[in-house]
């Protein structure tokens, strides 16, 4: 099994927060979709004829794309790949781009899946991160996107937002929980380079909730969808029983995927790849037929290292049998010894096989990733 991610590199304006590589102009939207097309094309050999169960449309925003456009992109992709029955097709959506028509006929072309980036369901927030919608709005196509058939819809939101309360963030949770969705992705806010929000804290102009704040939030997090029945299987997700994102469990699962598009990466189990982050150039280069890409071969300390960092954010964790049979020994013994403080002082649990982070283990897992790391 295998996934492919196509990224599409525009947005109509940048969020503050957003260091995601797009361009705020769709100016050479055709451009960019004919050298997308060639490289579904040059790259139809990367996933060696594995079926697909997952396509994701990321970005940038993929929903400025037309019903057409999408479909065109899915029909290239389906000249050289099969597609699993059951396929996951996820869209990433943004609020401002969707209505009751739009959303039907993301359904008649096969997107089953929806990932739409509410972040706040408070104006001022919405505000403040320069999104293009307001709370209703978002509330109103969600709504909308039931209606149209889709009964796998993931939400984002942010917390840690400048000057965050946790009335504000339980206001959100309450809100979202109400919705009857199946899927929540809540990333802690990460100030970015390149991002106006870097800017603003640099001069002043924002201020940080502290640690503590931020840990009573990912706290009421946990405890609000917890008791909506949402299992939380890795660190920022959240999901009812069977709607576990497909797509970011075949990361997690250390599964074939090829992204494309600017930016993108790619692991095909010994090597990684990663396009270029420039529209224009992607766009030369591409249609001189060749792969815009830098390719890292992995070594076996890398492969232990991405298992160690993937596995553990998840509720699957880390299997030391598999360690032992893929790796050896010698990593074996290294993650007996990282991790036995670790187990000592209730950060990480052993269950049966599987080292996880329990729920106190979580709230200092960059310090457990950098102790299990062999470098
Ligand atoms: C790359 S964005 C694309 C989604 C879509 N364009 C949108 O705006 O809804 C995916 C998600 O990453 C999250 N994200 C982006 N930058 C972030 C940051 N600096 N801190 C926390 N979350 C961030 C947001 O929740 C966003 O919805
Ligand atoms: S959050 Fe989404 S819309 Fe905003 S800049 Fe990032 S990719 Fe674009």
New binding site residues.
């Given amino acids: 099994m295998a996934g492919i991610y196509i990224h599409i590199p525009f ?1 109509k304006s940048k ?1 503050a ?4 590589f ?1 361009v705020a102009t769709l100016s050479r939207k055709e451009e960019f979709l004919q050298a997308l097309a060639n490289e579904i094309e040059l790259q139809r050999n990367y996933l060696e004829e594995e079926s697909l169960n997952t396509i994701y449309f ?6 400025v794309l037309s019903i057409q456009e999408l479909e065109f992109i899915l029909s290239q992709i389906k000249k050289y790949h099969t597609l699993d029955s059951d396929a996951e097709i996820t869209l ?4 401002d781009d969707l209505n009751y028509a739009y959303l039907k006929n993301l359904r008649s072309i096969g997107i089953n899946r929806l ?5 706040s369901f408070i104006d001022k927030h919405l505000v403040l991160m320069k ?1 293009r919608h307001n709370a209703n709005k978002a509330i109103v196509v969600i709504g909308e996107a039931q209606k149209a058939g889709f009964h796998n819809i993931s939400t ?3 917390y ?1 937002l400048p000057e965050m309360t946790i009335k504000e963030w339980k206001y959100n949770l309450d809100q979202l929980l109400d919705l009857n969705i199946q899927h929540i ?1 809540a ?6 380079p390149n ?1 106006l ?1 870097n800017k603003w804290v640099r001069l002043g102009k924002i201020n940080l909730p502290t640690d503590d704040e931020s840990t009573k939030q990912f706290e009421l997090l946990i405890e609000k969808t917890k008791s909506k029945k949402y299992i939380h299987y890795e660190i920022s997700n959240f999901a009812l029983d069977g709607f576990f994102s497909k797509h970011n469990s075949s990361y997690w699962k250390n599964e074939k995927y090829l992204g494309m598009g600017p930016s993108a990466h790619s692991y095909n189990l010994t090597s990684r790849q990663w396009n270029i982050s420039s529209l224009p150039k992607y766009i030369t280069i591409i249609t001189q037929g060749e792969i815009p890409c830098e390719i890292e071969n992995l070594t076996k300390n890398d492969m232990y290292n991405d298992y160690i960092l993937t596995s553990l954010r998840t509720m699957w964790g880390v299997d030391i049998n598999k360690v032992e049979n893929d790796f050896g020994k010698l990593y074996f013994d290294f993650l007996m010894k990282s991790s036995a403080p670790f187990l000592e002082s209730n950060h990480l649990k052993k269950l049966d096989t599987k080292i996880c982070l329990t729920e106190k283990g979580i709230f200092i897992s960059d310090h457990i990733f950098r102790a299990l790391l062999q470098v």
């Fill in positions: 947005c969020c927060y957003c260091d995601f797009s990321g970005g940038g925003t993929p929903s990433e959506a943004n609020p990932s739409i980036g509410v972040q999104r984002d939101l942010i840690g992705s990333y802690h806010l990460s100030i970015e991002t929000f």
